[in-house]
């Protein structure tokens, strides 16, 4: 066997299956989660197209960068798609608008909530409170 042979082999068995990739993005998301368990408590990791693609405008976005650094990212303005990328439009807490890439970076989702939203939780909590 060439070495050029060798090299295409050693490409093709370096190629992940969809699970090996899935598993292997899970784990590093659990190893963010235990890292930044604070800054990220409430959210979501997203994992996969589908989740990417139920993520509502107006959410709470964070993420985690090539470099393992977690970005506060902002508010979930716009979502689309360019050269079979996906991309994001942020806003953060001064309105300066971020464009992220979904596909270069960890994405964590928190869904918006309105005060009626926590009225309805806090009201919600006391009911186990009420006597008989």
Known sequence: MTQREKDIVNIINSIKTQKQW??????????MYKIYSKELEDYNGI??????????????????????????????????????????????????????????NTCFY?????ASDNRRQFFMSYLDKIPE
């Open 22 to 31: 899935e598993d292997e993005k899970n784990d590093y998301i659990n190893k």
């Open 47 to 104: 994992t996969n197209n589908k989740q990417y693609d139920n993520m509502e405008l107006g959410g709470y976005v964070r993420y985690i960068d090539g470099d393992d650094e977690l970005k506060w990212g902002g508010i979930l303005l716009k979502k689309y798609k360019k050269n079979d990328f996906n991309y994001m439009i942020l806003a953060n807490s001064n309105m300066q608008r971020i464009n992220v890439s979904y596909n270069r």
């Open 110 to 114: 928190k869904k918006h909530k309105t």
